[in-house]
């Protein structure tokens, strides 16, 4: 998909989705639309920042790197795949960058190698770079000394070398250069980790193209398994593409954004980092990878699940935290940095995330749900597995009326929210479908029991008469979308009249040109302050509830329409605020995985 001319102009910070995103299935960096890299972890996701600009413009440091003259851009994506091109045009020329990440095998993989081949393709145009690396979110002093064509930056955690085929010129922190091409002439700027003894290494004309080369065939490779022909196919195609750069190879884990602390609202407080693996959001990745026919990711996913959380010891939030490193590791104590000012001043910026603690029934749906469909579309579940999930069932059976935090990591006191309910009785419901179609043994007396149970005190307890719907929590009268869910889980027929009268309710109170909020903080305080803009993945919850129910010309209207609130190349952040702009973490899996599963089912229902 290609770009919207943007006026070339130097600001602080750029709209946030003014950026593509390129990655190695180790870790990622944003590249803006004026050509800077403006966010960038080594040697992983949660790796502390080498280029933060996108949180303190000032002291998080960037990579530049674009035409020394006035220039209109723009961006777009190599097609099938996460090579990103920026372009600029200028009175005396046309050039761009091919901005990629290498994915390597394990030998290579410590390099974490970032290429940027310039390239002017007509005319003649001058270029300009700096590079001003600044390690540990801004935090670690480093040096810098020059071999040859080669910089290397040290600092007392990381060391990076950065080459290329132009001369460079430094000063105490950085590294800069002034170059001009002409039409079919290219310079290479390569940045590699240092680890070990291994030398720096250079990244000639020929290897640069050879691994361009590799690396556009890696990506249309791994698309060219996607079973999908449907009316959004370059969407869905996109969304996929999306989901695998948030994947971390070595593990199997799926993380929620690739970024920290980019605000819900603009100068609020709600900014989080999203750097890690949520259980429910990894399996519903998975769920919609499968959709689509990407098992490997699905097999990964589980062996991470295995390797990691298969039977622990009874914790706090039950056999699973909601929540894990990328690593598997458990404790991701949430601390501020103050000396960054956050995005356009949105501070505090935090790394970590207190939200590991929290009690969030929920998990235990999502997981099993994808277990289920694992089970059903990629393989058979192993004993080990299988064993793993009657102790998960059984866990739920016991704990299912416990008033938790949520779906939403509300910070303001647990309820008994129903979102948590529907998807414990999604749990134990999975599992029975799982036993039967197996023929494994359950005991499938007690957990129909209580799924039963379930089923009821949803439907007495959270359908409100007054409010002609199901509300948020037991004992409320206040609307959440989560309750979308209702059908997608199939737990109500998405044409029985209390859903549909829910529906409306949902549709009048919390829905605007297709854009859906969570809930109202005001009718219900979740114990944080400021306000949020509208929440994506609700949005195509709720394109997906419309199809299931027959109302297709709304369904596709709607969706159509969330359509124009992705970026220039087809991302999404978390939150869309209401003058359309794009807020929170980017790009966020959870608004990818539900434009992939809304799309799959809207296009089916069309025929």
């Not at 605020?577 to 434009?595: D, R, V, W």
Request: glycine share 8%.
């Amino acid at each position: 998909m290609s770009g919207t001319p943007t006026q070339h102009k130097s600001v602080r910070y750029l709209p946030i989705a003014e950026h593509g995103l390129i990655g190695d299935l180790r870790t990622v960096a944003l590249v803006s639309t004026e050509g800077t890299i403006d966010w960038y972890c080594c040697p992983s996701f949660d790796s502390p920042s080498v280029f933060a600009a996108i949180l303190d413009a000032d002291r998080g440091g960037a990579f530049e790197l674009s035409a020394a003259v006035p220039a209109d851009t723009k961006q777009f994506y190599l097609p099938d795949t996460n090579v990103l091109i920026t372009r600029f045009f200028t009175e005396d020329g046309l050039g761009e960058i091919q901005d990629f990440m290498p994915v390597t095998d394990a030998g290579e993989a410590d390099r974490h190698r970032l290429i940027r081949r310039v390239v002017c393709v007509r005319g003649k145009i001058p270029f300009r770079a700096r590079v001003a690396p600044r390690f540990g979110y801004g935090a670690h002093p480093h040096t810098v000394r020059m071999l040859d064509r080669t910089a290397l930056f040290t600092s007392e955690a990381l060391s990076l070398t950065l080459t290329a085929t132009v001369p460079l010129g430094c000063d105490e922190h950085d590294v800069w250069t002034e170059f001009e091409l002409s039409q079919g002439e290219t310079a290479v700027f390569a940045l590699d980790r240092v680890s070990g003894e291994t030398p720096p290494r250079g990244c000639p004309h020929a290897e640069a193209e050879r691994t361009f080369t590799a690396t556009v065939a890696f990506w249309r490779r791994w698309l060219q398994q996607s079973r999908y022909r449907g009316r959004w196919r370059e969407m869905v195609h996109r969304s996929a593409l999306t989901l695998k750069l948030l994947t971390y190879a070595p593990t199997g884990a799926i993380v929620a954004a690739p970024t920290t602390s980019l605000p819900e609202q603009i100068g609020g407080g709600r900014n989080w980092d999203y750097r890690y693996v949520w259980v429910r959001d990894a399996a519903f990745a998975v769920y919609a990878l499968l959709r689509l026919g990407f098992t490997q990711e699905a097999k990964a996913f589980m062996g991470f699940l295995m390797q990691h959380i298969d039977r622990p010891e009874d914790g706090p939030s039950g056999p699973l935290q909601i929540m894990y490193g990328i690593d598997g590791r458990s404790e991701l104590p949430e601390h501020e940095l103050p000396h960054l000012e956050g995005y356009r001043g949105s501070a505090p910026v935090r790394v970590g995330n207190d939200a590991v603690n929290q009690l969030q029934l929920d998990i235990y749906g999502a997981l099993l749900d994808s277990v289920y469909l694992y089970d059903k579309w990629c393989e058979p579940l192993l004993s080990g597995q299988w064993r793993g999930v009657c102790d998960v069932v059984d866990w739920v059976c016991e704990h299912w009326d416990k008033p938790d935090e949520g779906v939403w990591e509300t910070r303001g006191g647990r309820k008994k929210f129903l979102y948590s309910r529907l998807m414990c009785w999604v749990a134990i419901d999975r599992g029975i479908r799982i036993a039967l179609h197996r023929s494994l043994p359950a005991e499938l007396v007690r957990w129909g029991q209580v799924r039963d149970r379930i089923y009821w005190r949803i439907m007495d307890k959270g359908w409100s008469p007054a409010r002609q719907a199901f509300v948020q929590y037991e004992g409320g009268d206040v609307l959440d979308a989560a309750v979308l869910m209702m059908p997608l889980t199939k737990f109500i027929a998405p044409n029985d009249p209390v859903w549909l009268s829910t529906l409306d309710a949902l549709g009048n109170e919390l829905v605007s040109d297709s854009l859906v909020w969570r809930y109202d903080p005001e009718a219900s305080p979740d114990g944080l302050e400021g306000d949020e803009g509208t929440f994506s993945i609700c949005s195509f919850w709720y394109v997906e509830a419309l199809t299931r129910a027959g109302r297709l010309d709304e369904a596709r209207l709607a969706f159509e329409k969330m359509l124009t609130y992705a970026n220039h190349l087809g991302l999404y952040a978390e939150e869309i605020s209401h003058t359309g702009e794009q807020l929170g973490n980017f790009p966020q899996a959870f608004t990818h995985l539900a434009l992939i599963s809304a799309a799959f089912n809207l296009d089916r229902a069309l025929g």
